[in-house]
């Protein structure tokens, strides 16, 4: 009950925090039009090959890769006849790997590795790692599977999604966000029905299941990510490459 409250209070704190932000309100013009923008983010996200295919990679690996930090881990959990605390340590790890990321670790990874070879050494890592907790038998391998999996994700966003973005030229930075954002919500659709029917039909159950995701999701990241020498350039791509 604890943990409910905690979390009900981040959420009303985050709710009440998102007021603060100053509106900012579109053209007249643009108002009520917003399959136009969606458009015309897909136009410009298809003339822009790097952004183009970090798309269709993040589309595709979130397809099976959702699921495993989702409805797989707690079957995994159960699997291994292990009480709800397991459950709770393991998506705490997840998250605490990710803090530590973000605050601190995929910083300094990005400045010495350099941005191409740190998100192609994180995106596999973090398959990996998922991939032994799913063969794993114990509950402490998941956890710290899990943790390790959460740090090297936040590599993975720091290129992927956050530089990217500041590549991007203001006026098209929130069509791009809108494109994003819809092709994540289709895919962590897609995600779960294709695991629950993996799951139904897979007689070894969910550690399988969860180990034939992870795999083609790392065979994903790896031919998604293509011409490294952008990652090498602060500016990416250039705003002429936006129509």
């Known amino acids: 009950p604890m943990a409910l409250w905690v979390y009900t209070s981040l959420l ?7 007021f603060a932000i100053p509106p900012v309100l579109p053209p007249r013009k643009a108002r009520g039009a917003w399959h136009s923008e969606v458009r015309a983010g897909l136009r410009a996200k298809w003339r822009v090959p790097i952004d183009r295919d970090w798309t269709a990679y993040a589309f595709f690996s979130m397809v099976f890769f959702s699921p495993a930090l989702g409805m797989l881990l707690p079957l995994k959990v159960h699997a291994l006849r292990l009480n709800a605390s397991w459950l709770g340590a393991t998506e705490a790890a997840l998250g605490l790997g990710m803090l530590i990321g973000a605050l601190w670790g995929a910083q300094k990874i990005t400045e010495s590795l350099g941005r191409y070879r740190a998100c192609m050494g994180a995106v596999t890592v973090t398959a990996l790692l998922i991939i032994g907790g799913a063969l794993s038998m114990q509950g402490w391998m998941l956890v710290l599977g899990f943790g390790l999996a959460g740090f090297s994700l ?17 006026h098209f930075r929130a069509r791009f966000s809108s494109v994003n954002m819809m092709m994540m919500q289709v895919s962590s659709m897609l995600g779960p029905a294709i695991a629950g029917v993996q799951v139904a039909v897979n007689p070894l159950g969910c550690v399988e299941a969860a180990n034939d995701k992870i795999r083609s999701y790392e065979v994903c990241a790896r031919a998604g990510i293509r011409q490294p020498e952008r990652f ?3 500016q990416g791509a250039p705003e002429s490459a936006f129509p």
């Not at 009303?12 to 998102?18: D, F, G, H, K, T």
Request: hydrophobic content about 45%; overall charge neutral.
């Open 232 to 234: 090498t350039t602060p």
């Open 12 to 18: 009303l704190l985050a709710a009440l925090s998102a």
């Open 154 to 170: 936040s590599v993975s966003q720091l290129v992927g999604q956050t530089h990217r973005q500041l590549a991007v030229p203001d």
